[in-house]
């Protein structure tokens, strides 16, 4: 099937250098997630127009948009693109209709025509009652809906998202973005999606990539990353711990050791030789207040950074250690109780071989 959405491009702005290549077939929903300053919303601009890329292309819906080798750069306004920003950017002085039926008339489409189509795109998202309020009359969750309707209302090849459910509240946020989820999926173009929230991509995007440092570090589904992080970043974001290294030697137990950059690791299921990533779910993790004797284990010591109680109930807590590589172990508040546990406190970290899963 041929991309709706294909883009190669590449931007330099001060320290930050964004390279990022694209292929999105129609109907997908791609979940954009990292860090402030990751290049996340620069990507955005560079496919909206709204900023230019240093090199590249880009292909929507079988129209060329930018092509940095023939000299092709369409302006944004004549982009079939829909962008919702994360403070919305909403027009003050004008009503959530005249806001939505903006864009139809900047690009001239007849007044009884740029009605018709507001009226059903208020139906459509069912804010019939907000037509003639202004937007500053509008509660967040409303001017939210009311910007995802000026953008759906162009009908765009192609839907940009930039943090829409950043400025709200929590129980608001819940609303909207079941809203949202159940809207785009029923688009028949592209919406990209971005988020600094782990939990918001997980929830949203059926595919997600994870953006460092302006690159594309992984890309795959919600299964892939929490399984396969390949860096200690998509790691973190899953709330897992990471290893990278070598396998340096086997035994006959099964039992084989991993070179990696914070010492030697204990693991099973690898061959000598082989590259490896390797993952340990907090819970895998024992700590300790005298290092432990036991075989086959691996054992970091570390002091206590945070302690963070896991809802609903704070019946579990998660305890991030400032060792070598940084930890975190996820306990009962009983076993936290009992140890006496505290931030500052140094304490042993252990988990088993077979605890952690390595992969290629």
């Known amino acids: 099937m041929t991309a709706m959405l294909s883009a190669t ?4 702005l001060g320290e930050l250098e964004l390279e990022a290549e694209l292929e999105l077939e129609a109907g997908t929903t791609l979940v954009i997630v990292g ?14 127009g709204l900023a230019e890329p240093d090199s590249g292309r880009i292909e929507i819906g079988g129209r060329v948009y930018f092509d940095s080798t023939a000299g092709v750069d369409m302006p944004a306004h004549e982009r079939n693109i829909g962008y919702v920003f994360q403070d919305y950017a909403l027009f003050p002085h004008l ?3 005249a806001n939505i039926g903006f864009g139809l008339r900047a690009q001239g489409v007849a007044g009884h025509e740029v009605e018709r189509r507001v009226a059903e795109t ?7 009652a907000l037509a003639e309020q202004r937007s500053r009359q509008l509660s967040g969750g409303q001017q939210q809906r009311v910007a995802l309707a000026r953008a759906l209302i162009l009908q765009p090849g192609l839907l940009l998202l930039d943090e829409p459910l950043s400025a709200l509240d929590l129980q608001t946020r819940r609303t909207v973005r079941a809203e949202l989820a159940a809207l785009v999926a029923e688009l028949p173009g592209v919406t990209i999606f971005v988020t600094h929230s782990p939990f918001e991509a997980m929830a949203f995007g059926a595919r997600i990539a994870v953006v460092e440092r302006g690159r ?9 990353l929490l ?10 974001l899953m709330g897992l711990n990471f290893f990278h290294g070598v396998v ?3 035994a006959a137990d ?3 050791e991993v070179k990696t950059d914070y010492g030697v690791l204990h693991v099973v299921d690898v061959r000598l030789g082989e590259e490896v990533f390797i993952a340990v779910d907090p819970r895998a993790i024992t700590l300790h207040l005298e290092r432990p004797r036991a075989t086959a284990q691996n054992v970091f010591a570390g002091v206590i950074a945070e302690m963070v109680p896991e809802p609903p109930y704070g019946e579990r807590v998660r305890v991030i250690l400032d060792s070598e590589p940084p930890l975190v172990a996820e306990i009962t508040e009983y076993a936290a109780q009992t140890m006496s546990l505290h931030a500052g406190m140094p304490v042993y970290a252990s988990f088993k071989a077979f605890a952690g899963r390595a992969y290629r």
């Open 9 to 12: 491009v590449r931007k330099r």
């Open 35 to 48: 860090e402030s300053g990751a290049g996340k919303s620069t990507l955005l601009n560079l496919l909206a």
């Open 95 to 97: 009503s959530a209709k």
């Open 122 to 128: 208020l139906a459509r998202l069912d804010i019939g």
């Open 216 to 224: 594309i570090v992984q890309l795959g589904d919600r299964d892939d």
């Open 227 to 236: 399984r396969h992080p390949r860096s200690r970043y998509v790691a973190e």
């Open 248 to 250: 340096s030697s086997t």
């Open 254 to 256: 099964g039992i084989a």
